[in-house]
């Protein structure tokens, strides 16, 4: 058995002590996998997939999430919570994913209780050990378990065993809520947010697979991957036209291409403490 089995044997030996669960569901490459993993190792009747739909959330998340439910033959439900309504979330400090990741768990945590589900799951994974994750600490509070990172498994470990079991997100890009995209101490409103929206799902659908929209007040910078940026220049005056009409005055390039947490680079140590959120 090679190491990258032997973690997935550890993941069932988790998942099975667990008993039922509910799992928080985004449709993302983590979360993905968690379910596939939790429907093999306990049985449909023993998983549920809940997906938040909030203002952070781009529709087609949502869509997707939807799909692939129904593709892996989950129970699944869609609930909807507001981010902006938690008090000091839409002042975005640091910690914003501390708020985010609390009120959620508030959401899952009764419906795991009421429906007789013994454990609320989410899909942290062991690389978030090492960036700014303050939902990590908010998971530790509340008892909810991660299970891919107590298993030890990493993102390229979960892309290579995705495409070894059939799942289609095993070369989806890595995905991270709206807000993410307004840099910390900036105000996050609804508009903000369906603009980043409306902007990076137009990129998208120009062909740009790993794209974000990062909003500094009325100015769009746009990352892609550096091998993407000679192919984006291209289409620059059309990209141009759209953000404008969306309603950016500015719009620009970042010339050092698309990195997770661009937004965090700067924050000085003392302010990244190790916890997880999405703030990529």
Known sequence: MDHIEQKYEKLGELLQSLGKVVVAFSGGVDSAFL???????????????????SETYPVRE???????????????EVIHTSELAIPGYAENPTNRCYFCKNSLFDHLIPIANERGYDHVVF?????????????????????????????????????HLS???????WDKPSFACLSSRIPYG???TAQKLSMI?????????????????????????????????????????????????IGYSYVTMDLKGYRSGSL?????????????????
Do not use: M, Y
């Open 163 to 169: 495409r070894k079991f059939g799942l289609r997100t």
């Open 62 to 76: 949502r869509e997707e999430a939807i799909a692939l439910a129904k593709e892996l033959g989950a129970h699944h």
């Open 186 to 188: 900036e105000l996050i």
């Open 123 to 159: 899909g942290a994974i062991a690389d978030d050990l090492g960036d700014h994750r303050p939902g990590l600490t908010a998971a530790h509070e509340k008892g909810v378990r991660a299970p891919l990172l107590e298993a030890g498994i990493k993102k390229a470990e979960i892309r």
């Open 264 to 280: 965090n680079e700067v924050l000085d140590s003392s302010q990244l403490k190790v916890g997880a959120g999405s703030h990529e």
């Open 35 to 53: 379910l596939k993993a939790a429907l093999e190792f306990l049985g449909k009747d023993n998983v549920l997939a809940i997906t938040a739909d």
């Open 197 to 245: 929206d409306q902007a990076e799902d137009f990129l998208i659908q120009l062909g740009f697979k790993q794209v974000r929209v990062r909003q500094h007040e009325n100015l769009a910078r746009i990352e892609v991957p550096a091998s993407d940026i000679a192919e984006l220049a291209a289409v620059a005056d059309t990209v141009h036209a759209k953000l404008k009409e």
